[in-house]
Structure formats: structure tokens, C-alpha cells
């Protein structure tokens, strides 16, 4: 029998013990080198982009030449304003990569030792990279869409007298939503939230290349998606796979949601439910992927990411 991918060497290229042994000196460099790498980790202004400055003798920031404005490392980064150290962001992020099933603040801040907003923040402005990084191009070739829904857990009564069918409306709270995946094989997995399954059509109109074969199984609504594309579907009550058509590739994105929803952060509030599903699609394609490389990924995106609109004003209330 093969060795599972996780456990081979191939898949472990990062050392978080490096990561935390990093001088703030040798973190700042290696930051600065995904950051900025056409300029090979020297400084460009994110005002005017100029790549003449120096650094300033009284404070840990650049001043370009230029426009005479200040900045830092982060500076117009999705980690601008931080009050963290760079090698503990670094070290977060690594810490970040190898948990296969997400990674909860709680943990994060227990392994850091700062404030769980601190690590929740931290950790959201990762996704929130994450997901600005994953937005390119339409799905093609053999494509798969499903639905799930996630949240709003309604505890049973104890008597068996009084419980109710909790998969009808009525007997919900409305705080249950779906995620909608749309996956490619062998390509990425595309994530939306949503209150119902059939709004997933829209999804896939707006994702999916034309002439795409899209897989779905029996429910009525993927009917309407045969009027724009080649379409497969398989009845579950049947089989899981029969004749190539199969949506199993985005029942393994579910599971891994599933496992992270429930073993991992134990409850995920609605609002947040995008971030989470971005992330463990992003996990999900790359479950093949050397953890070392993944770090690089996320470090390189959360370089890219600018400031970010949503979390940057979580201290005041206003995310």
C-alpha cells in the first residue's frame, strides 16, 4: 500500500522551529522578498512606487526620496498597522498551514500568547488573502456542483414526543445557509454562500466557461443548467458514480468543511461562513501540495492583499 501524501518527506518543507528561531531582522528579509521579489526584497513605495528610499534612523520604517512618505514593511498590505511582529505573523501563518482541518484563535492565541481578537483578526485577514488570491478565471473541462448547508443548530427536545423534523423550514431558526461548490477536476474549487441550493445555477452561470460538461446530481433545480451547458447527473439514491458522472470531488470539499465545522471551531457564525468555505477550498486543492510551499503561497498572497476594507475596523465594532 502507497504512503498517504501527508506522510511522506515530500510534503514536509517547512520547519516552524526555523520560522520561530528567525532573528525580526531575518523575518523583516524574507517578508520583504515575497513582498517585493522583482526588486529582490528592496523597498518600493506603495505611494508612487518609487524604489529610492532609506531607512529612517529613529523609527523602523522607510522614507522615499520620491514623494517623502513613510511606510513600513506592511504598509498597504492586508497586515498594515500591525502591532504583531513580523516572525510572530510568519510564525502564524505556518502554524496556519499545518492544521489539515483548519485552525481555530483559540489555539492560535494559546500558541502565540496574545488576545483570542488578535488571533481571530489575524487569522480572518488570511482568508480574506486567500480568497482575493483564488479569483481568477473561469472553470473549464469536467465540472462538478453541489450544495450543503451549514449552521444553525437547533438542539432536539429531550422527549422524543416533542421533536420535530428539523429539516423543514418551519422548524428551523434561519440562520442555516448553504455553500455552493463549484470544482474543477484536477482545477480549483469555487465556494459561495447562499440560503438556498437552487441559487447555485446563478453560480455556475457566472463561473463555469461555456461548453463545459457540468456534473450534478438528481435535484430539480440543476435541470435548468442543460439550457447553457453539456450536463451529466447522477441520482445518489442509486449509486455515487455511474458512467463518469459523479459529484464526489465536491463531496470531499464538504467533508473537509464538515470535519473543520465540526471538530475544529465547533460552531462558525453566518457572516463568516464565506472566509471559512474559501479557506478549506483553498485546503482542498492544495491537499497536495508541500506544506513549505503553501506557506509561501499564503505569505506571497497576504503580501499582495491590500488594506483590508472588512477587518480593518473590527476594533471598532464595524466588522
Known amino acids: 500500500m502507497s504512503q498517504h501524501f501527508l506522510l511522506s518527506p515530500a510534503a514536509k518543507t517547512l520547519s516552524l522551529v526555523k520560522v520561530m528561531r528567525m532573528s525580526d531582522k531575518a523575518a523583516k528579509a524574507a517578508f520583504a522578498k515575497m513582498r517585493w521579489p522583482e526588486t529582490d526584497g528592496a523597498p518600493i513605495c506603495p505611494a508612487c512606487g518609487s524604489t529610492e528610499s532609506y531607512d529612517l534612523a ?15 514593511i506592511t504598509s498597504g498590505t492586508i497586515f498594515a498597522s500591525r502591532k504583531l511582529a513580523v516572525r510572530d505573523i510568519l510564525a502564524a501563518i505556518a502554524i496556519f498551514v499545518n492544521g489539515a482541518k483548519g485552525y481555530s484563535a483559540l489555539h492560535m492565541s494559546r500558541d502565540l500568547g496574545v488576545d483570542y481578537k488578535t488571533a481571530f483578526v489575524l487569522l480572518h485577514k488570511v482568508r480574506e488573502a486567500i480568497e482575493m488570491a483564488r479569483e481568477q478565471g473561469a472553470l473549464s473541462g469536467d465540472v462538478e456542483v453541489d450544495g450543503a448547508y451549514f449552521g444553525g443548530y437547533v438542539k432536539p427536545a429531550n422527549e422524543k414526543k416533542d421533536r420535530k423534523d428539523r429539516r423543514k423550514m418551519v422548524n428551523q431558526n434561519g ?39 457540468v456534473h450534478a446530481d438528481e435535484a430539480s433545480h440543476w435541470d435548468r443548467l442543460a439550457a447553457y451547458f453539456p450536463i451529466k447527473r447522477i441520482n445518489h439514491k442509486e449509486a455515487y458514480s455511474l458512467d463518469g458522472a459523479c459529484t464526489n470531488q465536491a463531496e470531499s470539499f464538504f467533508s473537509r468543511m464538515r470535519r473543520a465545522e465540526i471538530g475544529t471551531h465547533h460552531h462558525i457564525a453566518g457572516r463568516y461562513l464565506d472566509a471559512y468555505a474559501a479557506e478549506m477550498a483553498w485546503r482542498e486543492d492544495a491537499r497536495r501540495t508541500a506544506n513549505g510551499t503553501q506557506f509561501t503561497m499564503l505569505v506571497a498572497a497576504s503580501a499582495a492583499a491590500p488594506v483590508s476594507a472588512r477587518w480593518c475596523g473590527y476594533w471598532q465594532r464595524r466588522a
Open 58 to 72: 529613529t523609527r523602523p520604517v522607510y522614507k522615499c526620496k520620491a514623494c517623502s512618505k513613510q511606510f513600513s
Open 175 to 213: 440562520k442555516r445557509q448553504v455553500v455552493i461548490a463549484v470544482r474543477e477536476r484536477g482545477g480549483r474549487t469555487v465556494t459561495r454562500v447562499a440560503k438556498a441550493e437552487m441559487e447555485g445555477v446563478k453560480v455556475v452561470a457566472q463561473t463555469v466557461q461555456p461548453g463545459t460538461t
